[in-house]
């Protein structure tokens, strides 16, 4: 069986009471709605869209050592990382999310006949020497502990945040030093990796703790980030208001501090969720043009625009800003 993911210890029972099960069909269509009106907006704005192909996700699959069945193709930022004109399928750390890129196939085709390089990470075995099988939850006081080990590498790609020449990284429940110190040899000299550590006893995606939103303007978690890193001191920081997601919205994969996965489309415009109020005045103070989308249903399933998106052209150039 595939192996559950790490959760604060409040959310272990919702994913329980969902594992091996499909997600509540009401959810799925609301969050599809949304979908949909992101889609409309993003176009509006000037964004060309493109698509995943939907691929089985209960389909029962194997490798050598274990049997999973799939998660869902909903979030792009999670299995695929664009660095210059690279698209890199990253070796993720799920069992249940092992094919997940094959979704993205075609347009991954797609886009390397029109000139982009295509490489992949290392597959991994996933065998149980992957794991920590003896993990407990640390709770808020206790010290981080990983349920990944450095038997392989394993990286997520949303454990990766860009800045033209510069990335900034994090250790987490799915990217291990293996993961990362293979990136960075894979990638050479043109690009910098910084490695930072926040206080999240529950590490897994950088996008929702620290959002660097244009140049000298970054957006922080409030607890996480006890202090600015020293890569940031010149910047203006915003540190996130207090999410507003009600305690009846189910959760399943995620903490509310999703409110921070905003999207940036340019260095003024932003979308952000209709129902965020505090955040929509936030980016307004902060100098920003913030355009609303509903996406409550959707943030159930683990992520929001950023998560949702994964940008493969931007005009400019490449620049360092730190």
Known sequence: MSLPPVLPSNQHETFRRQAGRPFPPHLVEAARRELEEFVRILKGEGVTVRRPQPIPQNQTYSTLDWASTGLYAAMPRD????????IIECPMAWRSRYYESLAYRPLLKEYFRSGAR?????????????????????GQDGPTRLVVTEFEPTFDAADFTRLGRDIIAQRSNVTNDFGIEWLRRHLGDEYQIHVLEFNDRHPMHIDATLVPLAPGKLLIHPERVTEVPDLFK????????????????PLYMTSKWLNMNI??????????EREDEPMIKAMK???FTPIP??????????????????????????????
């Open 79 to 86: 299995a695929l990382l664009v660095v210059g004109n690279e």
């Open 263 to 272: 999207l940036m489309l340019d260095e003024q415009r932003v979308i952000v």
């Open 293 to 322: 989308c509903s996406f409550r249903h959707f943030n159930s399933f683990g992520g929001s625009f950023h998560c949702a998106t994964l940008d493969i052209r931007r005009r400019g150039s490449l620049q360092s800003y730190l």
């Open 285 to 287: 103070q902060f100098g």
């Open 234 to 249: 010149r910047w203006d920081v915003l540190r996130a208001p207090k999410p507003v997601i009600p305690d009846s919205h």
């Open 118 to 138: 295509w490489s992949a990470g290392p597959k991994p075995e996933l065998t149980d020497d992957q794991f920590d099988l003896e993990w407990t939850d640390p």
